[in-house]
């Protein structure tokens, strides 16, 4: 890596920062290609490419949270790192970045508001009663994969006779799928009792974590429910530390909410076959003498 008239080249493949360091400079591509990418159990992810005249990390000027992504030069570019105390006189020198900044921000905002967009546009598709509760959150499961960047994930229900939540469908997870959880027990257990949407960037600092055969760090958690009632959660996990944000946990809860509608449509269906069923049974039966 060799110093430039302002920025510094970078070769290609060369790492500028990666996935869980901690961020306090923000990025501008003077020339070049950057790819944005993460690794997860099934191989490397690319999230994105940015150009020339693009920005990025530029959140770690105002939250200084660890990098959520590792970024790399493709093809070889020129980057100018900019931190808090060059940003201002980097700004008067060149205004153009504040509106650069700006207009980063306003893109992510807006395709946060797309994807909550998409989120009602398929709303009727989770509305649909499927053949059974499993198919119905394995609808719901790979919605939330479509969504949000995860190696594992999983829809509990509870079993209100029993008082357990229970796996009825799950992504990237090994034997972990037989697992039974109290209402309380655990972060699932204990959100399904809150009905508070829980962003968790280190399981392993947490007290109510049961580890199981499936590497979780990174964990999004939210109950499903309806007037006042939860009856499941919605789990999204990451092998690595730092990696969600308050957008995913946004879209999780949103998410979560047309979760609720799918799966009580589902469960009101079987309700009214057998009250049908019942009624038809009785209507066939002889009278009393």
Do not use: H, W
Not at 108 to 114: Q, W
Not at 198 to 219: A, Q
Not at 268 to 280: Q, S, V
């Amino acid at each position: 890596m060799r110093e430039g008239e302002l920025g510094k080249t970078y070769n290609d493949g060369e790492v500028i920062f990666k996935e869980g360091e901690k961020g306090e400079v923000m990025y501008v591509i003077q020339a070049g290609k950057v790819r944005i990418k993460r690794d997860s159990t099934s191989g490397e992810l690319t999230l994105g490419v940015l150009e020339t005249g693009e920005i990025f990390g530029e959140m770690a000027l105002f939250d200084r949270l660890p990098r959520s992504a590792t970024v790399v030069a493709l093809g070889g570019a020129r980057i100018l790192s900019v931190d808090r105390k060059k940003l201002f006189p980097t700004i008067s020198r060149d205004p153009t970045l504040l509106f650069k900044i700006l207009e980063t921000m306003s893109q992510r905002i807006r395709k946060l508001d797309d994807e909550i967009g998409k989120l009602n546009k398929r709303r009727s598709e989770l509305r649909i009663v499927c053949s059974n509760i499993e198919k119905t959150c394995d609808t719901i499961l790979q919605e939330a994969r479509r969504i949000i960047v995860a190696d594992s994930g999983s829809v509990m229900l509870l079993d209100e006779k029993e008082g357990y939540l229970s796996i009825k469908a799950a992504f990237g997870l090994k034997s972990d799928t037989k697992i039974r959880l109290k209402i309380g027990e655990g972060i699932a257990g204990d959100v399904l009792k809150t009905g508070r949407a829980e962003l968790i960037d280190n399981v392993l600092t947490d007290l109510r974590f049961l580890p199981g055969t499936t590497k979780v760090t990174s964990m999004l958690c939210a109950p499903i429910g309806c007037e006042g009632r939860n009856f499941g959660v919605i789990n999204m996990s990451y092998a690595s530390e730092n990696v969600f944000s308050a957008n995913d946990l946004k879209l999780i809860r949103a998410l979560a909410v047309y979760a609720s509608i799918a799966i009580q449509n589902e469960q009101n269906f079987f309700n009214l076959k057998n009250a049908t069923d019942d009624l038809l049974r009785r209507a066939t039966l002889p009278d009393a003498p």
